[in-house]
């Protein structure tokens, strides 16, 4: 059974910095691009970071700059560093892992999990 397990949201203030973690098990944690998406009240899941079991790292812009993905296959593990935050930020952060070595797509997803909030006062 696989599970993804994230940690490390939170509440902060504008300008400061979060770093989720998210800990997989049950599957080989080495061939799965590892994807963090997050969701706003009234909004669409959004990608915010993708690292592929290469390493090659994806954002968008909204966020370049400003998060980091990284990973450590030993442990299982996906890590979101954010810094500079924004209220807009706000959101339901969760972590994925797809086979998809593509494009990032809601749809070739494999697996997800149940999210962490993060809050950003201004």
């Known amino acids: 059974q696989v599970q993804l397990v994230e940690s490390g949201g939170g509440l902060v203030q504008a300008g400061g910095s979060l770093r989720l973690s998210c800990t997989a098990s049950g599957m080989t944690f080495g061939r799965y691009v590892m994807v963090w998406f997050r969701q706003a009240p009234g909004k669409e899941r959004e990608c915010v970071g993708s690292?592929?079991?290469?390493?090659?790292?994806w954002y968008p812009g909204s966020v370049q700059g400003r998060f980091t993905i990284s990973r450590d296959n030993a442990k299982n593990t996906v890590f979101l560093q954010m810094t500079s935050l924004k209220p807009d930020d706000t959101a339901v952060y969760y972590c994925?892992?797809?086979?998809?070595?593509?494009?990032?797509?809601?749809?070739?997803?494999?697996?997800w999990g149940r999210g962490t909030q993060v809050t950003v006062s201004s």
């Open positions: 690292i592929h079991w290469s390493g090659l790292r």
């Open positions: 994925a892992a797809t086979t998809d070595g593509g494009a990032i797509k809601l749809s070739n997803v494999a697996y």
